[in-house]
């Protein structure tokens, strides 16, 4: 049985920083692409960053480039997302996904590629 759990959301004020993290089990990790999205209320669920099985290929929505890093220890089965001079338009859940389709420099798998979900963490950005 796949689980991804998502950790490390909260409240933090713009500007700060957060550290999400995202534990996988039941599958073969390095195998998979691993990305992190975002769903806002109202709004659809949107890309904000993936990493290759190898951690050799990121890519990044235009809206957190230079802000976010996306990493990952595959001994620990783990990826995280470091988020920096977050801003009130970060607040949403985020959830972790994965995927066997290959990220690129040109972008992510489509959401429906993605296999496997987290349950999603609040992160709250305040003024």
């Known amino acids: 049985q796949v689980q991804l759990v998502e950790s490390g959301g909260g409240l933090a004020q713009a500007e700060g920083s957060l550290r999400l993290s995202c534990a996988a089990s039941?599958?073969?990790?390095?195998?998979?692409?691993l990305s992190w999205f975002r769903q806002a209320p109202g709004e659809e669920r949107e890309f904000v960053a993936g990493?290759?099985?190898?951690?050799?290929?990121?890519n990044y929505a235009d809206s957190v480039k230079g802000r976010f890093t996306i990493s990952r220890d595959n001994a620990k089965n783990t990826v995280y997302l470091q988020m920096n001079n977050l801003k009130l338009e970060d607040t949403a859940v985020y959830y972790c996904a994965a995927t066997t389709f290959a990220i690129s420099y040109r972008g992510s798998p489509p959401l429906r590629n993605y296999r496997y979900w987290g349950q999603g963490t609040q992160v709250t950005v305040s003024s």
């Open positions: 990493i290759s099985g190898s951690g050799g290929v990121k």
């Open positions: 039941g599958l073969t990790f390095s195998a998979y692409t």
